[in-house]
Each structure stands twice: as structure tokens, then as C-alpha cells.
């Protein structure tokens, strides 16, 4: 198959480890402060200093920047971040889990800080009353994230709006996400508001709950060699919802739609709900999508009220998948 990313990159988000020069982690047992090995979990990288809880490690680099390395173990702990730039980063990847514990009844990691970035880290088993329990809460400021795990909550990553910021998620797995069982709406596995730019690059989504996916009213997205496997979601929409229209692209990504759906009328959706972006030049090309063997209806892999030009190139589509239907 032709290569049709702008994003040049290998098509499973399993090959390869991310390297990403400066980043950190965070994490705190329950009820305990201390670490495996009987020391306080939370060091700052620069310094060499110890904290017992999350949220001391944040407050000591403020409004300046720095590296927080977290212990291996489970924590039920949370921190906001305010100012600053700061780095969470697992001493061992995977093996520091985020269990359970939300600030301000939001997340885990609450950010409205300049810049943070995330490596290494698992988030789960976090529910709050509104239905919006998240890993992570974007508020505002940059967000980047590689080689993390997001499992059992009500929602993955949750973010607000701003026009000026990004966030870049890279090798990432989102497992059991989403719910619509709320008054307030559906929470999805990651739901972005109007920022500036979403890239998700070589991440899985699997096993979805309800909601989307990946829903993202950007102004651009970059969703490239990503898996989207629905094939043990419960109640699921759409694999990726633009419900504001986007431009950029969405290639070289690997799609399996499952038998248990609440709306299966589409895998992509463009501009469904309102269209605050244009989606001129949305490039939706070198992907593969497939129903699962299961699967009693037919779908669109590409569903569009924007009335925009869409530049849809090739992609492999398998039986009882139309292309392309305009809403």
C-alpha cells in the first residue's frame, strides 16, 4: 500500500519505542508516603530532592520548570498544576499506576499550567460524580504525552480549549473508556476541545465503554498509524468524531468496527454537530478499516455534513464499509 501520511511513520503503534528528552512522572501509594524501598516517591530530577506527596513535588518547581520522577508503585494521589513547566515521569515505564484518586472531582493530573509533559505513567479505575473522571484534565497551556496507559475510567484524557495550545500524544494505549451514562452527556477516551493542533500518533484504542474514541473539535488534527479495535466495545459511537470540523490529516490508521454500538452509522465523522473549522483539505487517506466478523449491518467510513473538500485518497475498506456519504 502506498504511504499516504504526511506524518511518516510505521503503521503499528506497537513497533518502536518513543524518546522524548526531558520528560517526567508522577505517582503516590495509598496511604502511605512512602516508595518502594522506603523512600518518598516523587524526586526532582534536577535537584535530587524527595516529596512524599504529588502535589509538594509540583508546588517546589511553581512557575519554573522541572522533572519529577516517580517510583514504581500504586498510588491513589493527584496534583494540580497551576504554572510552570513540568515533566511526570515513570523511573520505569508502566510499572508507576495512577489508582483512582481525582483533584478538584476532575483527574488525576489536573494541568492549566504553561507546558507538561508525561512519560511512563498509568491511569486507572478513576470515576467522579459528573462522569468526566479523567487521567488527565487539560485546562489550558501544551500537553504532550508518550508511552502511557490509560485503562477503566470514565474518560482517558479530558481537555478544554485553547486556540493557541497542542497536544501530541505518541505510543499511548487507551483501554475500557467512556460512558454515556451520565445526565451531563458521554465521556470518550479522549475528548479535546477547540485547542490549536492535536497530533495522536502509533497509540491503541480498544474495548471502548461508550462515547467516541477520539472526539476532537482542534482546529487541526494529526491522527496518523494509530489501531482503533471495537471489536469488545460495549456501546460505542464513532471511532473518531470532528464534530467541529478539522483540517490536517487522518492516515495510515487501522480501524476493526465492532457489534455492540450505539451509533454505527459511520466510523469517521466530520462537522456533525456544528462547524466552527473548516475542513478544506482534510486529508482521510492510506487507511485500512474493517467490520468485525460479527457485525450484521452495514456503515460509512467516512460520514460529512461540513460540505467542505474532503481530500479522500485511497484506502482499503473492507465488506459492507461505504467510502464516503455526505450529511
Known amino acids: 500500500m502506498k504511504n499516504h501520511a504526511l506524518i511518516t511513520l510505521a503503521r503499528s503503534p506497537r513497533r518502536s519505542a518513543l524518546t522524548l528528552a526531558a520528560l517526567a512522572l508522577a505517582a503516590l501509594p495509598v496511604g502511605s508516603l512512602l516508595a518502594q524501598g522506603g523512600e518518598a516517591p516523587y524526586r526532582h530530577v534536577e535537584s535530587g530532592?524527595?516529596?512524599?506527596?504529588?502535589?509538594?513535588?509540583?508546588?517546589?518547581i511553581g512557575a519554573g520548570k522541572g522533572t519529577i520522577a516517580v517510583a514504581p508503585g500504586r498510588y491513589r494521589d493527584c496534583a494540580v498544576q497551576t504554572a510552570g513547566d513540568v515533566?511526570?515521569?515513570?523511573?520505569?515505564p508502566g510499572q508507576t499506576i495512577f489508582d483512582g484518586g481525582a483533584c478538584e472531582g476532575k483527574a488525576t493530573l489536573v494541568l492549566r499550567g504553561y507546558n507538561a509533559s508525561v512519560s511512563g505513567l498509568v491511569f486507572q479505575n478513576i470515576a467522579v460524580p459528573d462522569g468526566n473522571?479523567?487521567?488527565?484534565?487539560?485546562?489550558?497551556g501544551n500537553l504532550t504525552i508518550a508511552q502511557s496507559w490509560f485503562r477503566d475510567s470514565q474518560q482517558g484524557i479530558l481537555a478544554g480549549a485553547d486556540g493557541a495550545g497542542r497536544i501530541v500524544i505518541d505510543k499511548s494505549t487507551f483501554t475500557r473508556l467512556g460512558t454515556c451514562a451520565y445526565s451531563g452527556g458521554c465521556a470518550h477516551s479522549i475528548y479535546i476541545g477547540n485547542?490549536?493542533?492535536?497530533?495522536?500518533?502509533?497509540?491503541?484504542?480498544?474495548e471502548g465503554r461508550g462515547g467516541h474514541y477520539l472526539k476532537s473539535r482542534s482546529v487541526q488534527v494529526q491522527i496518523a498509524s494509530n489501531s482503533f479495535d471495537d471489536t469488545r466495545g460495549h456501546g460505542t459511537n464513532y471511532m473518531i468524531d470532528l464534530p467541529a470540523g478539522s483540517t490536517g490529516q487522518i492516515t495510515n490508521n487501522w480501524?476493526?468496527?465492532?457489534?455492540?454500538?450505539?451509533?454505527?452509522?459511520?466510523?469517521?465523522?466530520?462537522?456533525?454537530?456544528?462547524?466552527e473549522n473548516t475542513a478544506d483539505g482534510l486529508k482521510i487517506a492510506g487507511n485500512d478499516a474493517r467490520m468485525a466478523p460479527s457485525v450484521p449491518w452495514n456503515s460509512t467510513f467516512v460520514a460529512d455534513w461540513s460540505?467542505?473538500?474532503?481530500?479522500?485518497?485511497?484506502?482499503?475498506?473492507?465488506?459492507?464499509?461505504?467510502?464516503?456519504?455526505r450529511r
Open 49 to 60: 530532592k524527595s516529596y512524599g506527596r504529588l502535589q509538594e513535588a509540583v508546588n517546589a
Open 87 to 92: 515533566s511526570y515521569m515513570a523511573s520505569q
Open 133 to 140: 473522571g479523567a487521567g488527565i484534565r487539560l485546562e489550558k
Open 195 to 206: 485547542y490549536g493542533l492535536l497530533r495522536v500518533t502509533r497509540s491503541r484504542f480498544e
Open 255 to 275: 480501524f476493526v468496527q465492532g457489534a455492540d454500538k450505539e451509533n454505527h452509522s459511520a466510523l469517521i465523522a466530520v462537522a456533525a454537530e456544528t462547524q
Open 307 to 325: 460540505g467542505d473538500r474532503l481530500a479522500i485518497g485511497e484506502n482499503r475498506l473492507g465488506k459492507g464499509i461505504k467510502p464516503f456519504d
